[in-house]
């Protein structure tokens, strides 16, 4: 086992962490929910920012800087389809009376106040602790992070279904505490079926926002093995 250890931040699926894992480093899934039966660490990661951010007792005395945070932080209230929620044009407030749009939108600021101070002190913890972080959200140029955050983002995928994954929708990665890689990976791409962003879709108990989140294991190997790992380090043995 390599010495060093990968934290999947709201990843429930065990995509990255068993990419990891099947890479010989040690990895850990945290999250509040357990659908997929892949949390290691069932806890309430909002929480623990907060008490970290105040100079709490936290999991992050348990990760150190030669380990690295991957958070895949919940990005509904930072994407464009919340400009429609705020509008009152979304299909499932187009009946609603003004003064009852007009308090959802108090509703929809604050979540989207919280979610943004918590992702901003999640940062600010890993700048503190000297904590590699990667951080995933999808992008388009009115996400809210693209227009309203301190940092840019350091790698922007237009389309994932080109290093192999399920869904062609544009995402951004920031780097904070390391850099990208950029390896070379010369296996050729194994075929996936495409799948579209279907708000309407649903798997058993598991929610349409968690399956659109869904990435495929080949693109977390080639994304892994390109921009986290060492050249000789992401070898397929």
Same mark, same amino acid.
């Given at each position: ?12 699926? +065990? ?7 099947k ?14 039966s ?8 909002? @929480?623990?920012?907060?008490k970290?951010? +105040?100079?709490k &007792? %936290?999991?992050f005395? +348990? ?32 009946? #609603? ?12 600021? &604050?979540?989207l106040?919280?979610? $943004?101070?918590?992702? =901003? ?7 503190? &602790?000297?904590?590699?972080?990667i951080? @995933?959200n ?14 840019? $983002? ?11 994954? #399920?869904? @062609?929708?544009? =995402? ?8 990208p &890689? ?18 309407q ?11 659109? %989140? ?16 060492d050249?000789?380090? +992401?070898?397929?043995?």
């Open positions: 086992m390599k010495n060093k250890t990968f934290h999947c931040l709201f990843e429930q699926s +065990g995509t990255f962490k068993n990419e990891f894992k890479l010989g480093y040690k990895a850990y899934d945290y999250d509040i929910l357990n659908d997929f892949e949390t290691d660490y069932v806890i309430d990661l909002f @929480e623990e920012i907060e970290a951010y +105040g100079n &007792k %936290s999991i005395d +348990g990760i150190n800087k030669k380990d690295m945070i991957i958070a895949f932080f919940p990005c509904i209230r930072f994407e464009d389809q919340i400009q429609m929620h705020f509008r009152g044009t979304s299909y499932q407030y187009k009946k #609603y009376t003004l003064e009852q749009k007009l308090q959802k939108d108090i509703e929809l600021h &604050k979540d106040h919280n979610l $943004y101070c918590l992702i =901003t002190k999640l940062t600010i913890v890993c700048i503190r &602790k000297k904590i590699p972080l951080i @995933e999808p992008y388009s140029t009115t996400h809210y992070l693209v227009k309203y955050w301190a940092i840019p $983002y350091t790698i922007l995928d237009n389309d994932r279904t080109q290093n192999g994954d #399920y869904y @062609e929708k544009p =995402t951004q990665y920031w780097f904070i505490n390391c850099k &890689k950029n390896n070379f990976i010369f296996e050729p791409i194994k075929l996936v079926n495409k799948k579209i962003c279907n708000y879709v649903k798997q058993g108990n598991i929610n349409r926002t968690v399956l659109r %989140s869904m990435i495929h294991p080949q693109y977390a190997n080639r994304f892994i093995r390109t921009y986290i790992l050249d000789k380090e +992401g070898e397929i043995k």
